[in-house]
């Protein structure tokens, strides 16, 4: 009922802002037209007082009545033309027209484009609503707005961090992961989230920040795997090949046994120490493919999304430095598109297409690829 009251008003409203103009414009014109008939009409008499008292002579009286009368003949017949257009007829019937016809194509706009079945959803009772009633948005920023007024609410940090990182939004999710760290203290795992997520919020890139929270991670667990990979990528990054090297050595005879999840750092390996990634060993994959990821059972799920993710991440910043390698471009986008980064994918092509655009055959192989994985058509 509210509804139609507001919309009533409104109608009112807008009628009135037409309709004001409408007689206003009439009823102007003319009384501009009486005045102007009025004011020769005055000029008539004050001649005729002038030559009463000799001011003026006969014959230039005569000649300015003429003139005078001239003018107020026009005058006059403008005022009559002006009358005639102003009827009261067309005005009314224009503002009757307007009056009825606006208010319905209004509500005829509203019952084609609107719902005026659908009952109201405001913000305060979408965000009281059961959990399984509310979308994913509707949900964080009820958190959002929770952890606003608590800040040190260990539980709500660790239910938006995850959502964060799932939706790409690395700088609040590491935001997440920091107030996470500073309520429950250090762990191996959330050092580990917060590097990770600075490093996915740079591209690929490890920061002063990252590097630190992998090293805090070290210290909380000497073994744990995410923490070495990634501090043997920052040493690639910092031009320490061989600390590096001596890093993914370690990690790579420490794995279990068939553990193919070591193909992408026996790779690594061998860009690091100058060898084709072909010869470093037989079965090394030409990049991170699903069923490597589904392969690597000697880790947690998050540990081996990880882990592939950093391979990536290292062939990315590789590419940025020899930008040519076709094939390199090609398994960049397939690594994406298996770890579900289909933006990055693309991101990624239009790169290769800019740095290949002078070796047509070169550019052909990663948009193949491209086809191959369904990114593009």
């Known amino acids: 009922m509210t509804l139609w009251i507001v919309m009533a008003v409104l109608a009112a409203a ?3 802002t037409v309709l004001v103009p409408l007689f206003r414009s009439g009823r102007g014109a003319l009384a501009m037209a009486d005045q102007e008939v009025s004011v020769y009409r005055d000029q008539l ?3 005729d007082r002038d030559l009463e008292r000799g001011v003026i002579a006969p014959a230039e009286a005569e000649a300015a009545r003429t003139e005078i009368a001239r003018r107020l ?10 009358r005639s257009s102003q009827s009261e007829t067309p005005r009314r019937v224009a503002a009757a027209t307007a009056v009825v016809a606006m208010p319905l194509l209004a509500l005829g706009l509203y019952v084609s484009l609107g719902n005026p079945g659908l009952p109201d959803a405001p913000l305060a009772a979408r965000l009281a ?9 509707v949900l964080v920023a009820k958190v959002e707005r ?10 709500g940090w660790r239910v938006l961090a995850p959502i964060y990182v799932r939706s790409g939004n690395f700088d609040a999710a590491a935001e997440a992961f920091r107030n996470i760290v500073r309520i429950a203290g250090s762990s191996a ?4 989230d917060l590097g990770e997520a600075i490093l996915r919020g740079s591209g690929g890139a490890i920061t002063a920040e990252a590097q630190a929270a992998f090293e805090r991670a070290l210290k909380d667990d000497p073994k744990d795997v995410r923490a070495r ?9 910092a031009g320490r090949p061989e600390e590096a090297a001596t890093a993914l050595r370690a990690l790579i005879a420490e794995a279990p046994p068939g553990a193919t999840w070591t193909n992408g750092m026996r790779e690594m390996l ?14 090394t994959q030409p990049g991170p493919t699903a069923a490597d990821i589904e392969a690597a059972g000697g880790m947690s799920s998050g540990d081996r999304t990880t882990m592939i993710e950093g391979m990536v991440a290292q062939l990315a910043a590789r590419l940025q430095s020899e930008p040519e390698d076709a094939e390199g471009w090609a398994r960049l986008v397939r690594s994406y598109m298996v770890l579900g980064r289909p933006d990055d994918a693309r991101a990624a092509l239009d790169e290769a297409r800019s740095a290949l655009a002078g070796a047509a055959d070169k550019l052909a192989l990663v948009e193949n690829e491209a086809r191959a994985t369904g990114l593009i058509q």
């Open 129 to 137: 609503a059961p959990p399984e009633q509310q979308d994913i948005a």
């Open 14 to 16: 807008v009628s009135l």
């Open 73 to 82: 003949i026009r005058a006059d017949g403008a005022r009559q033309t002006v």
């Open 146 to 155: 929770h952890l606003a007024a608590n800040p040190d609410d260990l539980q």
């Open 45 to 47: 008499g004050e001649l």
């Open 270 to 283: 061998a860009e690091i120490e100058g060898a084709g990634p072909d010869t470093a060993v037989a079965s």
């Open 189 to 192: 795992t959330t050092e580990g």
């Open 229 to 237: 990979f990634y501090l043997a990528l920052a040493d690639a990054q």
